[in-house]
């Protein structure tokens, strides 16, 4: 019978917690970037002009067909030769964490662009009707009129979506990155627990999940009330 010994885990505390800011890291930046470039193709979604229209959706129905991991695979193969040929960078220089961020924020982009467009079109339109009597241009209309009423009532599945992604950033192991998945592997296949750190990892996720799911279900309840 297999023996558990989790003597292995204080010790890693340093090097699991440096893994979480990897793991947080890339969470809080793929999600500001996609919601901000999300806003902006959902918009373009919502174009009269169809140039616009079609690279919107030609970009979200890309990134929505593609798996994520391949995504992933091709950010790491394709920024560093970029990065070196545009930027002047080293040959050889560590870009892990910046691929992975540009690949998870641009695949991120393409579902939040279909939250935030879901979001824009549950605004009345009278409301849009009410802000160009007033003599706003559609610019105006959108940032202060429909745009702080969508994002209002998008909050929970923006919030949902952001927990998938947090979830999701393991798939960096393909990089080799130390993010918090990758750095309790390496921890546990050092010392021969490979089990031990995977279940201790597994409730770490499932803790931090958990509780966002609950702020989740709270913010939906109020915004229901409301």
């Known amino acids: 019978m297999y023996e558990f010994d989790w003597s292995s885990i204080p010790g890693a505390l340093p ?3 440096q893994g979480m800011t990897v793991t947080l890291e890339l969470t809080a930046t793929a999600v500001v970037v996609g919601i901000v470039w999300g806003t902006l193709l959902a918009m373009m979604r919502l174009s009269a002009m ?26 790491f193969l394709i920024v560093p030769r970029l990065l070196e040929s545009l930027l002047g960078f080293p040959p050889g220089s560590d870009m892990r964490l910046t691929s992975a961020m540009v690949g998870f924020a641009l695949f991120e982009s393409a579902y ?18 009410a802000a160009y009597a007033l003599g706003m241009s559609y610019g105006q209309a959108m940032r202060l009129v429909v745009l702080p009423q969508a994002f209002r009532n998008m909050v929970p599945l923006l919030l949902t979506q952001a927990i998938i992604l947090f979830q999701d950033t393991s798939l960096v192991y393909v990089s080799a990155l130390a993010d918090f998945f990758g750095a309790a592997y390496k ?13 201790f990892a597994g409730a770490v996720y499932f803790v931090m999940c958990y509780a966002a799911s609950l702020l989740v279900k709270r913010l939906s309840r109020k915004g229901t009330a409301a």
């Open 112 to 129: 939040y662009a279909e939250i935030i467009r879901a979001g824009i079109q549950s605004v009345p339109q009278g409301q849009v009707a």
């Open 15 to 17: 090097f699991l917690w």
């Open 187 to 199: 921890v546990g296949d050092r010392d021969g627990r490979l089990v031990e750190l995977l279940l």
């Open 50 to 75: 169809p140039l616009l229209a079609w690279f919107a959706a030609g970009y979200v129905n890309l990134f929505r067909s593609i798996p994520l991991l391949m995504v992933l695979l091709w950010f």
